[in-house]
């Protein structure tokens, strides 16, 4: 709540606080609460670049903390480039996953309006099976 107390305050009458968050993936979520956990690895890139014969896939793995609602992600990069050895790096992120009715609370609780809800930057209606959230939150005049 404090980030949005403190973009409230910064903000002039009518100015304009943008959240962008990813949905919650309930799937991913209730795997990693099984007995015992699993951790279900998902390919969600895979380039190639025809200039220089270039491949890099990225996979990923979530894990879930329903109490804390914490997502524990695991980024698994894979360079691949001819005539050498596959180049991995790995990047973990920790985030906080904030559910749609929890983010309306928040801007109505600090003060906002909440002026428009999408589902990307195409301004497309949210709907049941939406993978990011964008909500407006406008400072009252």
Do not use: C, N
Request: no cysteine; net charge neutral; proline share 6%.
């Amino acid at each position: 709540m404090a980030v949005w107390r403190r973009a409230f305050d910064l903000l002039s009458p009518r100015g304009r606080f943008v959240v962008d968050v990813t949905m919650p993936d309930i799937r991913m979520y209730a795997a990693s609460l099984e007995t015992p956990p699993s951790a279900l690895l998902e390919i969600d890139l895979d380039r190639r670049d025809a200039s220089d014969d270039e491949r890099l896939i990225r996979s990923k793995t979530t894990t879930y903390d329903a109490f804390g609602q914490r997502a524990s992600i695991r980024f698994i990069y894979d360079k691949f480039k001819k005539d050498r050895p596959v180049d991995r790096y790995v990047s973990d992120f920790d985030s906080y996953v904030y559910f749609p009715g929890e983010l309306r609370l928040l801007f109505l609780h600090t003060g906002f309006e909440v002026e428009a809800v999408w589902a990307d930057y195409a301004f497309r209606e949210p709907r049941a099976r939406s993978r990011e959230i964008v909500m407006v939150g406008m400072r009252p005049a």
